[in-house]
């Protein structure tokens, strides 16, 4: 189980290496993917707080990459923090997930990506529930949920 030394380590050492990678063109991006699905997942953009299709969704199943399919969260692990994101306690596999520090507006964070194609999720936190500790905060157009 990841926690949050596991989280910093990865960003500033080094992510775990992926199964496989997805590379493409911005443009072949484009051609898969709606607008605002490009703008979040492929420019690191956020969708307005409690906007996102899945942010208050429990359905069963796995949530994976809107990019390239890859699983991410399972839904048993999918819990409602109140920030208006959907919200994960752990990734399926340890390298399912890219690392990396976040400074822009003036904080750090650490931002989380498909660690097969770079699409950007969001970024995870120190405080989300036990035992792991970490809030997995994605933005909904990032994900899909695949049952």
Not at 28 to 50: H, Y
Not at 75 to 101: H, L, R
Request: aromatic share 10%; net charge negative.
């Amino acid at each position: 189980m990841l926690n949050w030394t596991n989280v910093v380590n990865f960003a500033k050492n080094g992510n775990p290496v992926p199964d496989k990678r997805v590379e493409k063109t911005e443009a072949e991006w484009k051609a898969v993917l709606t607008p605002e699905q490009f703008r979040i997942a492929r420019k690191k953009g956020t969708e307005p707080s409690f906007s996102g299709e899945l942010c208050h969704r429990y359905d069963p199943g796995t949530y994976s990459c809107i990019c390239c399919g890859t699983p991410l969260f399972d839904s048993t692990i999918k819990f409602d923090s109140g920030t208006g994101w959907p919200s994960f306690t752990q990734p399926v596999k340890e390298n399912a997930i890219k690392y990396d520090i976040d400074e822009s507006y003036g904080m750090m964070r650490v931002e989380v990506m498909c660690n097969t194609c770079d699409c950007h999720l969001g970024h995870v936190f120190p405080d989300g529930p036990p035992p792991g500790g970490l809030r997995y905060c994605v933005n909904s157009e990032s994900i899909k949920l695949v049952s």
